[in-house]
């Protein structure tokens, strides 16, 4: 089962614009990750929060985590058309070392 | 350096043919993950091994699925007696410690298997 859910399942905007997707869990965690993807293929590494983290910068990304409410939001400022992707968020527990859960995804396409 | 490499990158077979997938970890992490990505499930973890053990192979599908991993590097995932369900892409990742130790999983591009 995913213990990730993201919403929204696709997104569409603008160059330039920003884009937020959301991801809620079930269980508590040890941390949690961001990937992207591009054509279905390997997924890369875009942010890592630990559960006593609140926030992450990196570059144009901006995650933040709320572990009362189980959420997590992943920000990407002034997107380009570039960032068209698959954006997944994957959870660790404590329960399984190793052992990533993800989410659906959101589908993220930046028009030029 | 070098990432994770996996081979081949697709692979057709006949529905009852075994199969072997290969993924080639980063030199020098430890762990090492297998995953399969469908259209109706999406990524589901299969298998996660700590050197050349397996602490949790709590995601292989049936027995039909197993997988090894030798000299704490190169892992196989076979599949026996392929069945049309397991048309997917098979991702590998490797990482320096475990998740739960707070580093990052690399993937490699993927073993797109079809099984006709």
């Known amino acids: 089962s995913q213990q990730g859910e993201e919403d929204p399942q696709a997104l569409s905007i603008q160059e330039g614009e920003n884009a937020t997707m959301n991801c809620s869990y079930k269980t508590s965690i040890n941390n949690l990750q961001w990937y992207r993807q591009n054509s279905g293929r390997g997924l890369v590494h875009l942010i890592l929060i630990r559960s006593n983290e609140r926030e992450k910068h990196s570059g144009r990304l901006r995650v933040t985590l709320d572990t009362s409410k189980k959420s997590s939001s992943l920000l990407i400022t002034a997107s380009r058309a570039a960032d068209t992707a698959s954006y997944f968020c994957a959870t660790c527990s404590g329960t399984s070392y190793g052992k990533l859960t993800f989410g659906q995804g959101t589908i993220l396409t930046v028009h030029p | 350096g070098a990432g994770v490499s996996q081979s081949p990158s697709n692979k057709v077979t006949e529905k009852g043919k075994d199969v072997e997938l290969r993924c080639d970890p980063i030199?020098?992490?430890?762990?090492l993950y297998w995953y399969r990505q469908s259209l109706g499930q999406g990524l589901e973890f299969l298998i996660y091994?700590?050197?050349?053990?397996?602490?949790?192979k709590s995601g292989l599908p049936s027995d039909r699925f197993s997988a090894e991993r030798t000299g704490g590097s190169v892992s196989t995932l076979t599949i026996q007696r392929t069945q049309q369900e397991d048309s997917a892409v098979y991702l590998c990742?490797?990482?320096?410690?475990?998740?739960?130790?707070?580093?990052?999983?690399?993937f490699g591009p993927g073993t797109r298997l079809t099984v006709t």
């Open positions: 091994f700590q050197g050349n053990s397996a602490p949790d």
């Open positions: 030199s020098g992490h430890t762990a």
């Open positions: 990742a490797s990482s320096l410690v475990p998740a739960g130790d707070s580093y990052e999983q690399y």
